[in-house]
């Protein structure tokens, strides 16, 4: 049971149009809004469909009908009708979809409180199922028969984020597997009997036969004192260009939810991978324990941060780049879908190359303070 919270929606019933008869009622001149297939075809690459809303929003959208009202063309060759009788006008379109992107906003912030806390937590497997059964309820109760209730456009909103982002969780662990820790090896040779010789010791010694041990579950290496790399770029620097984690509207962009809210934190998250030396001490070199639970989508981003700052280090103190690596594998959770730390080495740049453009579409203050760091970036041909 999902969207508990959510306005204009009941749990069990579904969308609540009760105020219908305040609102007017859309159509397309084919005929009355059907709904979409009532399976969803989970073999399906991308069934999402982009609208841009402005320069600087977007939405994915699935549900067909409010496709026909978001891509109508009032002007040119308007198929959208109010009450039966008018064509839409282009500004009540809009209206439209404004009440839908606040929804739709909202709902791509909450979508780890929708699916349940808990998610984070399962077994491979169990993750698959419930995006399974998440998807579907999303896709069950996506319909617009054409009732414009502002609550009822704004849950629809809010339901099409979660499809969304239900859909790009699902497409990320789909193809994955479990790899169950092989048992150990036991060579079995033929047993001779040797001739026992005349003269017997004073004593037998029996070596007791114990079972092979069990083994034991995979676990995932955490880093210690010894991990921290060795910065000699600025720290004011480097502490800008993490600050982007920080930038609420470049993690809108990416589609992933904030897990930053203040410098303090990015400050305790620099001192748990990097140390300082002869310099101003920005942060405090941290020896504690903490996995950072983050979304599959960060990984663009973080492949950026830690790809950037290790060049500019480099141009002070050579430290192999697979050190870097191993600091992301061993601290985030966003690449525990990585088998190695090569894998990811193999993939930062493709990677960071797809975050550099969403912090640069971003006016953040904190996307913009941490790209002007980038221009610094020796190998980096970055826009002004």
């Known amino acids: ?61 699935s549900e067909p009908n409010l496709l026909k009202v978001f891509k109508n063309n009032a002007t040119v060759d308007n198929k959208i009708l109010v009450n039966n009788v008018k064509p839409i006008e282009e500004a009540y379109t ?47 109760n996506l319909y617009f028969e054409g009732f414009a209730v502002p609550e009822v456009i704004y849950a629809l909103g809010y339901i099409q984020a979660s499809l969304v982002k239900g859909f790009q969780e699902y497409s990320n662990l789909k193809n994955l597997n479990e790899k169950e820790q092989a048992p150990p090896v036991v060579n079995v040779y033929p047993v001779f009997k040797m001739p026992e010789p005349d003269v017997k010791p004073d004593y037998v010694f029996e070596a007791s036969v114990e079972a092979a041990p069990k083994p034991s579950p995979p676990q995932i290496t955490r880093p210690d004192a010894d991990s921290h790399i060795l910065l000699r770029y600025p720290a004011s620097k480097i502490f800008d260009l993490w600050c982007a984690l920080l930038d609420a509207q470049l993690c809108q962009l990416m589609q992933v939810p904030k897990v930053f809210n203040s410098e303090d934190e990015i400050k305790e998250l620099l001192g748990r991978l990097f140390k300082l030396d002869d310099q101003e001490q920005m942060w405090s070199l941290s020896d504690s ?32 780049q697979v050190k870097y690596c191993e600091l992301l594998k061993s601290n985030f959770s966003s690449f525990e879908t990585y088998e190695s730390v090569g894998d990811i080495q193999r993939n930062m740049t ?35």
């Open 350 to 384: 493709k990677k960071k190359d797809t975050a550099i453009d969403f912090v640069h579409k971003s006016s953040g203050s904190y996307a913009k303070k941490a790209y002007k760091v980038l221009k610094k970036v020796p190998t980096y041909i970055l826009r002004s």
């Open 94 to 140: 809009k209206e439209l979809a404004d009440i839908f992107y606040s929804g739709y906003d909202e709902g791509m912030a909450n979508f780890y409180e929708e699916i349940g806390q808990t998610f984070l937590s399962l077994g491979l497997e169990q993750k698959k199922q419930a995006l399974r059964d998440f998807i579907t309820y999303c896709h069950t």
């Open 289 to 320: 324990e903490y996995y950072y639970q983050m979304a599959p989508g960060y990984q663009n981003l973080l492949c950026l941060l830690m790809h950037a700052t290790y060049k500019l280090n480099t141009t002070y103190l050579k430290v192999p």
């Open 1 to 61: 049971m999902y969207f508990l919270n959510l306005k204009g929606f009941h749990p069990i019933k579904g969308i609540n149009t009760d105020n219908h008869n305040k609102y007017p009622f859309l159509e397309s001149t084919d005929g009355l809004f059907e709904p979409d297939d009532f399976e969803y075809n989970f073999n399906r690459s991308f069934p999402f469909e982009q609208i841009e809303l402005s320069e600087s929003r977007s939405i994915y959208v």
